[in-house]
C-alpha cells in the first residue's frame, strides 16, 4: 500500500511544479502525484559540475519519463534549462537558489498562473528546507513569480528505507543518485550514496 503524502491542503488535481532530476525523490514524487491526479510542471535542470554526475542524470530522468508515459502517466509539460559552472563544485545552496529562482521565472508565464505549489521533494532525512535562508529563498521565488509560490513537503516525514520500499523496483532501477561517479557507477562513498547504500541494507533485512 502506498504511503500517504501530505498535501498539506493543495486542492485535488491541482497542476503542481516539481523538478526532476534523475534521482530517486524527484521520481517517486512524479509517479505517486501523477497517480493521484495532480498535473505536474516538470523542470530538469542540465547542471554540469566537476563531479561528472549529469550524463548519468540526463539518462535517468529520460528514463524515468518513458517509464511514466508507459504506465499511461502522461498528464506533464517538461521544460529545461542547462547551467555550467565551469569547472567549480556544485554548492548545495547553490542547487537551491538556481532551480527556485528558474521556478519563479517558469512561473511568472501567465499561461501557468494556475500553478500555486511548488513541490520541495525533502524526506526524513534531508537537510532542513523550512530554516530562515530557506524561507528567503521562497520569497524570492515568489516575487519573482509575481504571486505567491507555496513550497509544500508531501514525504517529508518518511526516510529513504520508507521510500524506496514504496517504489516500483523498475522505478528504482533506472534512477541515479551518487554525486562523485567512478567509472561509470555509483562510488559508494559520498553523502549521498551512504544513505542510499544504507537504505538498500535495511530493506534487505526486512525482506
Not at 498535501?7 to 497542476?15: I, L
Not at 520541495?120 to 529563498?137: I, L
Not at 516500483?168 to 559520498?190: K, N, Q
Request: glycine share 6%; with cysteine.
Amino acid at each position: 500500500m502506498s504511503l500517504p503524502l501530505d498535501m498539506q491542503g493543495v486542492p485535488r488535481k491541482a497542476r503542481l511544479y516539481l523538478g526532476i532530476s534523475g534521482g530517486l525523490d524527484s521520481a517517486y514524487l512524479a509517479w505517486r502525484l501523477l497517480s493521484m491526479g495532480h498535473p505536474l510542471l516538470l523542470h530538469h535542470c542540465t547542471y554540469r559540475t566537476t563531479q561528472q554526475r549529469w550524463p548519468h542524470e540526463e539518462t535517468a530522468y529520460r528514463a524515468i519519463l518513458d517509464w511514466l508515459t508507459a504506465q499511461g502517466l502522461t498528464d506533464w509539460t517538461l521544460l529545461t534549462t542547462e547551467v555550467d559552472l565551469n569547472g567549480t563544485a556544485g554548492y548545495w545552496l547553490l542547487d537551491y537558489e538556481y532551480l527556485w529562482w528558474v521556478a519563479g521565472i517558469h512561473l511568472r508565464n501567465r499561461n501557468r498562473r494556475d500553478v500555486k505549489h511548488l513541490v520541495v521533494p525533502s524526506h526524513a532525512e534531508s537537510r532542513s528546507v523550512r530554516d530562515r535562508t530557506f524561507r528567503r529563498m521562497y520569497e524570492t521565488l515568489s516575487r519573482t513569480a509575481e504571486r505567491s509560490i507555496t513550497p509544500i513537503y508531501p514525504m517529508a516525514r518518511y526516510d529513504r528505507p520508507q521510500i524506496i520500499g514504496d517504489m516500483p523496483s523498475e522505478l528504482v532501477e533506472m534512477c541515479w543518485w551518487c554525486r562523485s561517479p567512478r567509472d561509470g557507477e555509483p562510488c559508494h562513498e559520498c553523502a549521498t550514496c551512504k544513505v542510499v547504500d544504507g537504505a538498500f541494507e535495511v530493506l534487505r533485512r526486512v525482506a
